[in-house]
């Protein structure tokens, strides 16, 4: 089985800057970087996101000591992370310089060297970027129980009054959140989503051929749709891409059509991926069962409807229009 770790590694290598893209060229080759992660395997691809995500904003907003330190050990083989949702009731707060409290959903709790953290203050939410070995949480792994992304290792963790310097804190209260970074971010992880939606084609694919079933017109019909779910995911992230650069306001608007587009694109080809393969499909042991049951997880990201709705709105007021 891969190595995570060492993965997110090898693919950091292949990152010509570790900031924001500056021109369509490089957000390109990034998205397409995330594209062939997921494909490959969907719980690196989260990871991997994740930690292109905290690299950027390291590069961001951080001073120069915070972004050379990052990138010096980003270039060393660490692994970093953004742990942003708050454990209902026991929300991670700084108070005397002291962390207390705690995260949900921590992707890559265990195997990150560093995460980004976030907290409330006086003027809005506060990034912390932690050595997660010098301020170790408590990891509760009795939380991701889940029948698809289980090597995502998305665990709760909590502080118990660790103390940290001000060295550590990146930016000021409220730039976590400012536009268009903190919704645009999202066209990240639906390349790797989309990547997912190809995988199923490969994978649906191989095992047709393999099986001597790729000749039959119905399992011909189920590849051109797999097919046709796939391009219309990627075409989509590909559009929103083109947006960035090029119109201010059409570029969320864009980022959210292309989260819409990836998320009916991947139900559709789940389907077709299962009725093409059939009960094997869900063999623990088969090709494919991991990539459904990731790529089922994966998909359900927060705030759907609210995506349709920025698009709606959007062509409403003439932000965005189809074209070719």
Known sequence: MIDLRTAIAERTGQLASLGDPEEMAALLALLRLLYETGRQDLPLGRLFEGHVDALQIVSRLGDADQVNAATAAARAGAA????????????????????????SFASGAGLLSHALVTVDVAGGRQLILLDLA?????????????????????????????????????????DY???????????????????????????????????????????????????????AAA???????????????????????????????????????????????LFVGHPLAATITDLSMYLRQPGPDAQRMRVGAAVANGHVRPSL
């Open 80 to 103: 970093f992370g953004v742990w942003n949702a708050d454990l209902r009731d026991e929300p991670l707060t700084l108070d005397g310089f002291r962390l207390t409290g705690g995260k």
């Open 134 to 174: 010098r301020t170790a949480p408590r990891i509760d792994r009795n939380f991701w129980r889940v029948v698809g992304m289980q090597r995502s290792e998305t665990h709760v963790v909590r502080w118990d009054g660790d103390k940290i310097d001000a060295a550590v804190i990146i930016g000021a209260p409220g």
């Open 177 to 231: 959140v400012r536009e268009p970074w903190f919704s645009g971010g999202a066209l990240r992880f639906a390349a790797v989503q989309a990547g997912g939606i190809a995988a199923l084609v490969d994978r649906t694919r191989d095992h047709l051929v393999t099986a001597g079933r790729a000749d039959d017109p119905h399992q011909l019909g189920r590849l051109a749709a797999l097919f046709a779910a796939s391009e």
């Open 235 to 281: 075409g989509a992230v590909r559009a929103a891409a083109a947006a960035w650069f090029s119109d201010e306001d059409a570029r969320l608007p864009m980022v959210s059509a292309a989260r819409a587009a990836v998320y009916e694109a991947g139900g559709r080809a789940l389907t077709l991926a299962q009725e093409a393969v059939g009960v094997q499909s």
